[in-house]
């Protein structure tokens, strides 16, 4: 039988209420990022044309921001369905990388709670997490300390991002436009990567994948965000054997 990811004696254990606050308090740091994006996110979307009802959906619901201000503008502009999510799953793919990650933490857990955990698990959550965690539990299921870590990290950055991005929504209007948002989002963006350039395999692969985004830039349809993924991935593998090899 698969043990619960929460429960009423975990709350009250001194070890998870320890980690929690820990995790509130680690995530400070990597949340301005996710407020600045927040709030780009939800200026955007305003300003897409998109119904306000979607609009609020997306925000609420989806919970990613690239993928979002990526795929609103196709939205606006009647794209195929088809190239809509094509474009989402392209951005999100990272997801599936950290997936495997978190399986060795929450794979015993139940199929319902890997969804929610899943959902709230973004790009700062999983950076903070491995740093403070780095040996996952042998069982599949997370310690006591890990789970109240995990939702001390989730649950502060998820409210950073709906605070900023609800913000943005509503006050889009009051906001000059000469703040230049596009370029504090670039600067949300590196917010949140920069912590995650943790060993010589990562930075080896993000500096390949930055260098093909910035020769490639001209080329259509987000192409060039696609070369660089690819870029990432295979030069994140080499990286990865040449040096675990030496």
């Known amino acids: 039988m698969r043990r619960p990811f929460l429960s009423s004696p975990q709350l ?31 200026v955007a979307m305003a300003k897409s044309g998109v119904g306000l009802g979607v609009i609020l959906g997306m925000s609420l619901l989806v919970f990613a921001s690239a993928s979002q201000l990526a795929c609103l503008p196709l939205m606006a502009a009647g794209a195929p369905l088809w190239v809509i999510a094509a474009t989402a799953c392209v951005l999100n793919l990272r997801f599936v990388v950290f997936s495997v990650s978190w399986r060795r933490y929450f794979g015993g857990h139940g199929r319902p709670q890997r969804v929610l955990l899943s959902y709230l698990a973004g790009d700062p959550v999983y ?20 789970q109240g870590y995990f939702l001390g990290l989730a649950l502060t950055n998820w409210a950073a991002w709906h605070v900023a991005s609800l913000a943005g929504i509503f006050l889009a209007d009051a906001i000059p436009t000469a703040w230049g948002l596009r370029f504090v ?27 093909v985004a910035l020769a490639t830039a001209s080329w259509p349809m987000g192409l060039n965000v696609v070369a660089a993924i690819a870029t990432a991935f ?7 054997r040449h040096w675990n090899l030496r």
């Open 12 to 42: 009250n254990d001194p070890a998870w209420r320890r980690e929690f606050r820990l995790g509130c308090r680690d995530i400070r740091g990597p949340a301005l990022g996710t407020l600045a994006m927040g709030l780009v996110a939800g």
């Open 127 to 146: 950076a903070q997490f491995v740093q403070r965690h780095p040996v996952p539990s042998p069982t599949g299921r997370a310690t006591v300390a890990q």
């Open 185 to 211: 989002g670039v600067l949300a963006l590196l917010a949140l990567a920069l912590p995650m350039l943790t060993d010589r395999a990562v930075r080896c692969s993000a500096l390949a994948a930055a260098s």
């Open 234 to 240: 295979v030069a994140g593998l080499w990286a990865d």
